[in-house]
């Protein structure tokens, strides 16, 4: 493994926003993850960070006095059996590269999440989901290294207890276990669910009939292309702002008040927009005025600027919708984590 000192977080993560890391520890193959406790002890160190590309994930300005552990083991391995294509793609992976090699296989499965920022091993982590899709339908297993009873382990999708952007990877098991490999079984053929509205929309436009997996990757590309930052040229955590869920009891007041919703899935980038906040800076922050649960980073350099944006903007929320804002990305060294 490659082994770095003092390493400015903000320049590990797309939302450029983060203080120094003590140590920054790159695993770069299989035999490196049995290392990692070793090391830590060597160093002194009492606590450690696992990160990706760092597309959904930010530090404090205290930084974090420990060892981010950078997942860096690329390859994908291909096992055709029948009309079912396993796939073990190793977590440092680029996530739509990944994603690009199951469309050209003619494997569906994940075309619908195309474009998305980030590595293979974080995308379960938050059960990454757009268009209709989310990743954990399509996994089969999860190779991992448990931190805890330091040993090589293989999770099955129903010990994850995936939901809406969460698993057992950011809540009750945070930081247990080393995401390495992730199995994915995929079918040939096409998407057989009902497309997402606007997906559905823009084929329209474009009078495009097919389903084939790489016709609907590459639509997905284009429409995230219109309206999300790319991490290159905006800094950015992609969504910052979750979707909200209410109760079922909930959804004849939604109706009442028109607000849009999916079920129980309130569209929070309309209480945003409807807020007036489309195109508004709040502490060197801007909130996309194509997407409205994103957030720009145009030109601040710390996180408590930001957390005096969110609170700014979710205030008015709340004063206007009475719904209380929830974060999607990932902090590391928060107060009480
Ligand atoms: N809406 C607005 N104004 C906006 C944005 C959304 O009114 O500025 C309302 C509209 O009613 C629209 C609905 O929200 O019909 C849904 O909007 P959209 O399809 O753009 O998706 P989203 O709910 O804003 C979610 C994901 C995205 C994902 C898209 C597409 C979350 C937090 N975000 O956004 O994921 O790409 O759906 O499926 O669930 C991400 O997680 O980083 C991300 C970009």
Request: hydrophobic share 35%.
């Amino acid at each position: 493994m490659i082994i770095r000192e003092n390493v400015e977080i903000s320049s590990l993560s797309t939302m450029k926003i983060g203080g120094v890391a003590r140590y920054v520890f790159e695993i770069e193959k299989t035999a490196d993850i049995s290392e990692i406790l070793p090391k830590l002890e060597e160093l002194g160190l009492k606590k450690y960070y696992f990160l990706g590309s760092g597309a959904n994930t930010f530090a404090t300005d205290a930084g974090f006095d420990g060892a981010i552990i950078l997942n860096k083991i690329k390859g994908i391995e291909v096992k055709e059996k029948e009309n079912k294509v396993l796939f073990l793609a190793y977590g440092g992976e680029n996530w739509d590269d990944f994603v690009e090699k199951t469309v050209e296989l003619g494997c569906t499965g994940v075309e619908c999440l195309a474009g998305i920022p980030g590595t293979v091993g974080a995308a379960p982590v938050q059960n990454i989901g757009a268009y209709g899709q989310e990743v954990k339908d399509s996994i089969s297993e999860i190779y991992v290294y448990d931190m805890k009873e330091n040993n090589f382990l293989h999770l099955k999708p129903e010990d994850c207890n995936f939901s809406y952007r969460r698993s057992i990877f950011n809540s009750s098991e945070r930081g247990r276990y080393f995401i390495y490999a992730v199995e994915f079984m995929l079918k040939k053929g096409e998407m057989k669910t009902e497309l997402y509205r606007s997906l559905a929309t823009y084929l329209e436009e474009k009078n495009i009939s097919s389903r084939e997996p790489k016709v609907l990757a590459d639509a997905v590309r284009k429409i995230r292309d219109k309206k999300l930052p790319k991490p290159e040229e905006e800094a950015s955590s992609g969504s910052f702002f979750k979707n909200i869920y209410v109760e079922r009891d909930r959804i004849a007041e939604l109706d009442e008040r028109g607000i849009p919703h999916h079920g129980t899935k309130v569209n929070t980038g309309w209480l945003i927009e409807k807020a007036g906040l489309l195109g508004k800076t709040f502490y060197g922050f801007r909130v996309s005025e194509k997407a409205a649960l994103v957030l720009i980073n145009d030109s601040a350099k710390s996180y408590s600027d930001l957390k005096k944006a969110v609170a700014e903007i979710s205030k008015i929320v709340e004063e206007k919708f009475g719904f209380k804002l929830e974060q999607e990305p990932n902090v590391i060294g928060k107060e009480n984590d």
